[in-house]
């Protein structure tokens, strides 16, 4: 069965702290893929990243930075420096793909992180 | 590229009232996704259209739930005969799937939040 687990319901930082989200997976598939989506106040989800099982590389973006360990079956997700404008919940996902198209289009979201950045 | 679009945004109905949502997606994506977000949970899947197609519908979809995209542009999602626990956010999806085991990227709408009373 695939799952995935955000064991932080809530996180509250100060202004300029880093601070990491975890995300811990389960699935039974080799090929698969992992995301990171950011959901502000406003409601919409914005897409951050996206990794398939085979690439382990660590991923780097600004002030966001990914750290993919297929051996513990994690994908956790830092903010370096944060600021006030990344309060949101973070939702990470996974997608098995299977067969002639790809996935077929389950993304299974934990149930989120709730970052707050207090200036 | 305008994104995914949903309306309407709110909906407040009656217990076993109809509702129908829409969705347009991203102009060139053939996939679309529907989800459904209750407060303080991720998103759950309920069905995803391949072009015009349906293939596959969780079964969250009860058989109050219809969902259709004709023609292989915007996408409708209806429920029948509304209850309160059909209150949630409803979230539209869409990818461009090329195919060969290669996951797209999924582009959400702002969504449609669905309130029953």
């Known amino acids: 069965a695939q799952k995935v687990t955000q064991a932080q319901t809530e996180i509250s930082v100060v202004e300029k702290e880093d601070v990491t989200l975890d995300c811990v997976y389960e699935?039974?598939?080799?090929?698969?893929?992992l995301f990171w989506y950011k959901q502000p106040p406003s409601g919409e989800l914005v897409f951050l990243i996206r990794r398939n099982s085979f690439d382990e590389q660590n991923e780097i973006s600004g002030r966001y930075s990914w750290n993919f360990q297929k051996s513990t079956s994690s994908f956790n997700f830092t903010i370096t420096a944060s600021q006030v404008v990344d309060s949101a919940v973070y939702f990470c996902a996974l997608s098995e793909a299977s067969g002639y198209g790809g996935s077929q289009g389950n993304l299974i979201f934990g149930k989120g992180t709730k970052l707050s950045v207090k200036p | 590229d305008t994104g995914v679009s949903q309306n309407p945004r709110h909906k407040i109905t009656k217990r076993g009232q109809n509702v129908t949502f829409r969705c347009d997606p991203i102009s060139e994506h053939n996939r679309l996704y529907w989800y459904r977000q209750t407060l303080g949970q991720g998103p759950e899947f309920l069905t995803y259209?391949?072009?015009?197609?349906?293939?596959?519908k969780s079964r969250l979809l009860s058989d109050r739930f219809s969902a259709e995209r004709p023609k292989g542009s915007f996408s409708t999602l209806e429920i029948q005969r509304t209850e309160q626990g059909d209150s949630a956010m409803y979230l539209c999806?869409?990818?461009?799937?090329?195919?060969?085991?290669?996951?797209?990227?999924?582009?959400f709408g702002p969504g449609t939040r669905l309130t029953v009373l």
């Open positions: 259209f391949q072009n015009e197609a349906q293939l596959e």
């Open positions: 699935t039974r598939d080799t090929t698969y893929y």
């Open positions: 999806a869409s990818s461009l799937t090329s195919g060969g085991g290669y996951t797209d990227t999924q582009y």
